[in-house]
């Protein structure tokens, strides 16, 4: 399972990645472990069959 994720900023507040997915609550290793931006997302998505949770 994967959500859509926060945009992301470095220590100066800079947003360095604006749209992404992360893992939940759901995922073996916890939520937020891994992240993923929407390009890659889609790729994998297909592949992998993973689903995405509303929110
Ligand atoms: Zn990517």
Known sequence: MARPAEPSTEAGGETVLAEGYTTTAEHPKGADY??????????????????????
């Open 34 to 55: 891994y992240w993923i931006c929407e390009p890659c997302f889609n790729d994998f998505k297909d592949r992998f069959e993973w689903d995405v949770a509303p929110g």
